[in-house]
């Protein structure tokens, strides 16, 4: 059975860093898609960051440049370094895994919630001024 359980949430002032980590099991092996979305109130859950077995990687454009997504495939750890994090990067963010990776993450872009199969239970993010 698949679990995935994220940690590293928290509320944190403009222009602030966290870390989120999030922990597999489960999975069959390391060859595994994974990705970091999230979901303000109010609006559609969305991609952030999607890292594929081989270590390739996709953003979305508003965190380019703030956010890295990196794996520990010794630990089955996935992380979501947030650097000059903003109000709007307020949201539950949700850890997510599938076996192979959207086809548009060739293109650098990070899929739709659709084309993942497993979800962690999510951590809050909230940034404020």
């Known amino acids: 059975q698949v679990e995935l359980v994220e940690s590293g949430g928290g509320s944190v002032q403009a222009g602030g860093s966290l870390r989120l980590s999030c922990a597999a099991s489960g999975l069959p092996d390391n060859s595994y898609c994974m990705g970091w979305f999230r979901q303000a109130p109010g609006k559609s859950r969305e991609g952030v960051a999607v890292?594929?077995?081989?270590?390739?990687?996709s953003y979305a454009d508003s965190v380019k440049g703030r956010f890295t997504i990196l794996q520990d495939n010794a630990k089955n750890i996935v992380y979501l370094e947030m650097n000059s994090l903003k109000p709007e990067d307020t949201a539950m963010y949700y850890c997510?895994?599938?076996?192979?990776?959207?086809?548009?993450?060739?293109?650098?872009?990070?899929?739709?919630?659709?084309?993942?199969?497993?979800w962690g239970q999510g951590t809050q993010v909230t940034v404020s001024l």
């Open positions: 890292i594929d077995s081989d270590g390739s990687t």
């Open positions: 997510a895994a599938n076996s192979i990776c959207p086809v548009v993450h060739v293109l650098g872009m990070t899929g739709h919630p659709t084309d993942f199969a497993y």
